[in-house]
C-alpha cells in the first residue's frame, strides 16, 4: 500500500479542502468502491458521537454519512469525493451538535487507485466557539448601532437647543457640544458596519475632516486639502480621541485662525519607525489665517480638551508653531505600538 510522492506532503497547501493529519485523528480505510475496510477506534468514536451506533467495516462510507445528514441542503459539494476517497480533499459533516472534518487521502500505485484514507476530526468545540465569536460581535455591532443613534439624537438636541438659544456665548457652547458628540458617533457608526473592534481611521478621518470644516463654519469659504495617510486600521480606544483631537484642531483652525474670512485648512500624516521598532504617527493641521496671537495660542475650552486626549488618552504631545508663509501650524506626535499593544 502507498502513495505517489511523500504523504504527508507538507508542501501541499492547507485551507478549507486540505489539511495536515493529527495524531489523534481517527482513520478510516477504504476500498477502490468506498466500502470500509478498517476503522481506527478514534474512527469509531467520532462516528458514534455523530449517531452511527453499528459496525461501519464493510459498509460504504457515502451511505454512512448520508444516513446521519439531518439537513441535505446544506452538503458540500466536495462530499460524495471525499467519502468515496476520489479526491484529495477534506469536507465537514454535521449531526446532533457533532462537527466532523473528513479528510480523504487516495491511494495509488503506478497505474491506478486502489483505496483509500479517511482521517476524522472532531472539531465541534472549534465550531462552537466560531459561533460564540459570530454571535459576540453580532451583539457588539448592534451595540455600536445603538450608541450611534443614542450620539446622533443627543446631537440633535442639542442642535435644536441652540436654535433657541438667545445669547451668543450660549448658543456657540451648544453648536460645540454637538459637534464633538457627532464626532464620536461618526466612530461607533463605523464601528457598526465591521465585524472588527478596529476602525479604518484614512476613511473616517477623511469624511470628518471635510465635515468639520464645513460644520466649524458653513457661510465661509473654507478649502480642506489632506495628504499622507494614517496607519488604517486603528483600535476604537485610539480611533475615537484622536478624531475628537482632530475635529478640536480643525474647527479651531477654521474659527480662529481664519477668523471668518476664505482659507485653507491641511491635513498631513506620516508614520516613521524608530530605532527600538516603535511606529511613531505625527499629524499636522495648518492654516493661512492670521497666525498665532501674541504670547502665544489661546487657552480655550476646546484646546484644554485636546491637551487632556493627547497626554492622558493617546500618550503624545502636541506643539504649535507660525506657518511659514503666515498661519499656524499644530504638530501632533503619538507611538502606535504603546498603544496598540
Known amino acids: 500500500m502507498g502513495t505517489l510522492g511523500l504523504w504527508p506532503d507538507f ?10 493529519p493529527r495524531v489523534g485523528d481517527g482513520l478510516i480505510r477504504l476500498d477502490v468502491d468506498g466500502i470500509v475496510q478498517y476503522a481506527s ?19 460504504p462510507l457515502a451511505e454512512i454519512t448520508t444516513a446521519l445528514l439531518k439537513d441535505r441542503r446544506m452538503v458540500d459539494e466536495t462530499l460524495p469525493l471525499v467519502v468515496t476517497g ?14 466532523l472534518s473528513l479528510r480523504a487521502i487516495p491511494l495509488r500505485d503506478e497505474k491506478e487507485r486502489f483505496g483509500a484514507l479517511v482521517l476524522c476530526r472532531d472539531v465541534s468545540e472549534l465550531r462552537r ?37 438667545v ?10 457640544a454637538m459637534r464633538r458628540v457627532s464626532t464620536i458617533a461618526l466612530v461607533h457608526e463605523t464601528l457598526s458596519q465591521g465585524l472588527a473592534q478596529s476602525v479604518d481611521f484614512d476613511e473616517l478621518i477623511s469624511r470628518q475632516f471635510r465635515l468639520s470644516a464645513e460644520v466649524a463654519s458653513p457661510s465661509q469659504a ?11 486600521e486603528l483600535p476604537s480606544d485610539l480611533a475615537t480621541p484622536l478624531a475628537l483631537v482632530i475635529n478640536e484642531l480643525v474647527t479651531n483652525a477654521v474659527e480662529h485662525g481664519l477668523s471668518g474670512r476664505a482659507g485653507t485648512v491641511w491635513l498631513m500624516a506620516n508614520r516613521r519607525t524608530e530605532a527600538d521598532g516603535e511606529e511613531i504617527l505625527r499629524v499636522t493641521i495648518e492654516d493661512d489665517g492670521v497666525g498665532l496671537p501674541p504670547g502665544g495660542h489661546a487657552e480655550g475650552l476646546g484646546l484644554q480638551i485636546v491637551r487632556t486626549l493627547v497626554t492622558s488618552e493617546l500618550g503624545g504631545t502636541i506643539e504649535w508653531s507660525t506657518r511659514p508663509g503666515g498661519g499656524t501650524s499644530v504638530t501632533l506626535e503619538l507611538g502606535l505600538q504603546l498603544n496598540q499593544n
Not at 137 to 162: C, F, G, P, W, Y
Open 86 to 99: 476520489r479526491m484529495p480533499w477534506r469536507t465537514e459533516i454535521g449531526s446532533r451538535g457533532v462537527s
Open 222 to 232: 473654507v478649502r480642506t486639502e489632506r495628504s499622507g495617510d494614517f496607519v488604517g
Open 11 to 20: 508542501a501541499t497547501p492547507t485551507g478549507s479542502r486540505r489539511g495536515a
Open 129 to 165: 466557539r466560531e459561533m460564540e465569536l459570530v454571535s459576540k460581535d453580532a451583539t457588539i455591532r448592534e451595540i455600536h448601532h445603538r450608541v450611534k443613534n443614542n450620539l446622533q439624537t443627543v446631537a440633535a438636541l442639542l442642535r435644536m437647543q441652540s436654535r433657541r438659544m
Open 167 to 176: 445669547s451668543d456665548e450660549g448658543k456657540l457652547g451648544l453648536e460645540q
Open 41 to 59: 477506534p478514534n474512527g469509531v468514536s467520532a462516528f458514534r458521537r455523530l449517531g452511527d451506533v453499528e459496525t461501519l467495516e464493510g459498509r
